[in-house]
């Protein structure tokens, strides 16, 4: 695919961009846009070395621009592309923040683009965050001006913070703001946390360039990834300029694009109605998401909606190839309707024309695959209830040891009742030590990571048990990739595919129920999901596989929009009751948990308000009235 496609457009031009102010490009995969991303910039810094001048690059952080620059070092490395000439800006650094610490920009720098490249050190500017207090002032105003001595920035990556800040530039930033200090915003400590472990650890200044600095440079390009930054593109793309939305100030540069994947530009008015900007090709799956959508916008239940509801909200041409709003309605009525079942294994001697799983055989085979010791429960644990009290042979997966969410005084309390139980135990004095030496960017022992794995253990097998489930149906797989002692994790490897391959073929299932939730803070998720994906793509050759079907939960920060759902399973109240004893299993992550997200609840409350929530759509739209529901979508492979 040619790096053309990111070529800048004038936005707004055209029918279905007609709400927009940016211009923006949509892909399948972060993965694929940032390899167009990096070729642009390549051809950008061969471009300057054909004229014999520095390539003046300003670069971004965090997990927006990762595999941007694993691109350009693999184009280093395999095509011989040249850094030499290439001078570059970091927009920003935590303040105070000493180079050497692991969660520095300089040390991220450093180690996913500087140390595996051909830059000169000197070419290398990134904000210093261990500059004294009194001397801050000055050094700001002389970065600034060491970019305007080189002629400014020909090309400017970003990423883009959910209260719609670019580099630090947080709510309140003057569009011609220049390089300075700055107060970070509570989410933007809140969403750094992880990397921290935890919010208290998080700076509350940093050095950031200016928006002004930003909107200087020649070419710019932002990178939007995930469900998790959708409303905030929406709102910078379409919405109003607005100093509480830094980014819109970009609506005004003449050479700017947003480069988006799929869930990230999911908010936007051509992707989310498009029946709204432009003529639509109506599939079944835009009906519903359309009829859906007119529901909730007239808050009326699918079976009232009339001629004059979709005549009116722009819906005019549905009704011109589906007849009548009674019609449509019906059509809809029932297609949400059959997605509602009690037997999530199939129900055994029954009709299975009309809902979502067979029938036949009776008795499956599943597997629950849970990237973290507790996302089955939380996620679907009444449906995991409802698999073994049919009488399903069920197996649960656990994909990580979790161990990095264990508290150090979590660690520590079971470290201390060893040691009360068998004083000589000379691994608990060597626990206890290293917790209570352990400094802010060390990382944890081999001794400490086991402990809290096994901490995650204990409390996965209690939840288990209380559901009925046998010991033996319960499988930890320890994935190579998540083993780090950090946040950041290795990239998955073969070792972690063929772990998971290896308990797939042993079991050969009929059912595989796997977390498809994206919106995960620390991106475990993903990466346990794309394990599964491999593992499937390499066994769908198997006879077994034919049999095989997948379904798709999602975690505790987001639910599947009702249009999506393909089978949701009622919870009556006591089975909520139920879910939650199993959630509190997990006693190590109550009260206080380490990667929260932006929401203070604990898991078993964020996750009952969002199975009522689910209940309470269904019912709105015209359905029974249950007290929750969980909800899948089938993976098809």
Known sequence: MSAKLIKFKEAGKFEDTRFEKIHNEVFDSSQEASIIVAQEIADLIKGKQASNT?????????????????????????D????????????DEYYPMEKDNIQSYYYFMHEHLFNHVDILPEHINIPNGSVSHDDLYQYCIDYENKIKALGGLDFQLLGIGRTGHIGFNEPGSHFNSATRSITLDHITRVDAAPSFLGIDNVPRKAITMGVGTVR???????????????EI???????????????TYLQEHDNTTFVLDKGASSELTRIKTPWLVASCEWTDELKLKAV???SELTNKPILKLTDKDYNDNGMSDLLGVEGTAYDLNIKMFNTLQHTITGWPGGKPNADETYRPERAN??????IIFSPHPDDDVISMGGTFDRLVQQGHEVHIAYQTSGNIAVSDSEALKFAEITKALHAESETSDSIIEAINTK??????????????????RSESLGATRYLGLNDVNVHFLDLPFYETGTIKK????????????????????????????????????KVCLDALFASLEELKHKDYMNECWVWLYRGAWHEWESYEIEMAVPMSPDQVLRKRHAIFYHQSQKDGVMFQGDDSREFWVRVEDRNRLTAKKYNDLGLADYAAIEAFKRYHF
Not at 361 to 366: I, L, N, T
Not at 445 to 452: A, G, M, N, T, W
Not at 504 to 518: F, N, S, T, V
Request: proline share 5%; charged share 25%; with cysteine.
């Open 292 to 294: 859906v959508w007119l």
């Open 80 to 91: 011989g592309l040249s850094f030499a000439n290439v001078v570059t800006f970091n927009l």
């Open 439 to 456: 400094t802010g960017n060390e990382v944890d022992s081999i001794e400490v990571r086991r402990l809290k794995g096994l901490i995650r």
């Open 216 to 230: 200087s440079a020649k070419r710019i390009v932002l990178l939007g990834w995930g469900i998790s930054k959708a």
């Open 233 to 247: 593109l929406k709102e910078t793309i379409e919405g109003e300029i607005s100093s509480q939305v830094p980014a």
């Open 54 to 78: 520095h390539c003046v690059l300003g670069l971004a952080t965090g997990s927006s621009p990762i595999k941007v620059y694993e691109e350009l070092v693999r184009m280093h490395k395999e």
């Open 361 to 366: 055989p009776e008795k499956k085979r599943v």
């Open 490 to 525: 290795n990239n998955l490897s073969q070792p972690d595919i063929d772990i998971m391959s290896a308990l797939i073929e042993d079991i050969k299932p009929h059912q595989i129920y796997a977390a498809g939730d994206l919106a995960d803070p620390h991106g475990t998720h």
